[in-house]
């Protein structure tokens, strides 16, 4: 088999995609877990999330997750380093996000061998800064709910904190069951004073539907000095090793902070039976730099369909960042819970 990429290589809450909490703390009942995450072999899970450059400074962050069990008991946390306005929080397209999933796929090319056949030659294809922390003897831990809005399905809180118990200790209360022992991984974000945005199932939705086996995408715009995928959340509700595709449309290339090139051994032999999926994990694990993460496309076309919208029901005006005539960047990598700190990009050569 020879692996092959339609892209050109260079130096990205949750997808149908695949099961776990991308740049969200995703609280699940207990006994749900193994409906909710999804094995990639034996202990890995996998995320996906889609980065979209909106605006001068601003940018939208698309998640979708797969989630099965008791409407009542689905809690979601994203933070994000800007405030959302009234409309920011919005219902994303899944329709967008499946049709920029599969334009940047990398075309795998398999070739059955006979005695009488040869292989023909292969052609390549083409973080902010932290805040200081809270002065021991200070003001009280405090809450500020910034606004509160039904999105869809979802009841919305947008929130910032001074003190991650209290976060906590508010989320429990208004319904938005968190446990406790991850205020170390909330913390990380309030002393870098990000913001919250916290999502239920709203409880009218709840009692129609008291068991959720479909979950309606998410978007969140906000303000931003740098794009960035808040991926240390994750540490907070995934297990010891994760999958990570991540999307990125922006105005030129991007390379992505702490995530480094590892080159797939393009055009190199393999055994029979060696799927894509096991080349790119041991390129991956094996990539002298860590994390290392492969770059599976880069380049315009990563959005080809002019009627599409990021948030759902929308046709695009002229206002809009317009997807086709942006740069696509696709990078997928495996971490561990110690390499999941949070990711900004920035402007690259291209290719």
Excluded at 49 to 57: F, K, T, Y
Excluded at 93 to 105: G, K, M, N, P, R
Excluded at 269 to 295: H, M, N, W
Excluded at 296 to 301: K, L, R, S
């Amino acid at each position: 088999m020879r692996v092959c990429q339609v892209a050109l290589i260079g130096a990205a809450l949750l997808l149908s995609l695949c099961p776990a909490a991308p740049d969200g703390m995703f609280m699940p009942p207990e006994e749900m877990y193994s409906h909710i995450y999804g094995d990639l072999g034996a202990v890995s899970t996998e995320q996906k999330g889609v980065i979209i450059e909106a605006g001068e400074g601003r940018e939208a962050l698309l998640l979708q997750t797969t989630y099965q069990g008791p409407a009542g008991e689905f809690a979601w946390v994203i933070p994000v380093p800007g405030e959302p306005g009234e409309d920011d929080v919005f219902v994303a397209s899944a329709e967008f996000i499946e049709h920029l999933l599969d334009t940047t796929a990398p075309r795998v090319e398999t070739h059955i061998e006979t005695p009488e056949a040869r292989h023909r030659p292969y052609e390549d294809a083409l973080a902010p800064p932290s805040a200081e922390g809270m002065v021991p003897g200070g003001p009280e831990p405090t809450v500020t709910v910034h606004r509160r809005m039904d999105v869809g399905d979802y009841d919305v809180s947008v929130l910032s904190a001074t003190g991650p118990e209290v976060l906590i200790e508010w989320l429990n209360e208004n319904g938005y069951a968190t446990p406790t022992q991850h205020a170390d991984v909330i913390d990380h974000y309030v002393r870098r004073r990000w913001y919250f945005v916290a999502l239920r199932v709203r409880p009218t939705v709840a009692e129609q539907k008291p068991v959720l086996d479909d979950v309606k995408p998410i978007g969140i715009e906000f303000p931003t000095d740098e794009l960035v995928y808040p991926l240390y959340i994750s540490r907070a509700s995934s297990r010891q090793k994760t999958a990570l595709t991540l999307v990125a449309l922006t105005r030129g290339p991007v390379e992505c902070d702490g995530l480094h090139p590892a080159e797939l051994p393009l055009g190199q032999e393999f055994d029979r039976g060696t799927s894509y999926s096991a080349i790119r994990r041991e390129t991956v694990e094996q990539a002298l730099r860590q994390p290392g993460a492969i770059v599976e496309y880069a380049g315009c076309g990563g959005v080809t369909a002019t009627d599409l919208h990021w948030v759902a029901d929308r046709w695009p005006d002229e206002g809009d960042a317009r997807p086709t005539l942006m740069w696509a960047t696709r990078w997928w990598t495996i971490l561990d819970l110690q390499e999941m700190e949070d990711l900004a990009l920035h402007r690259g050569r291209g290719c």
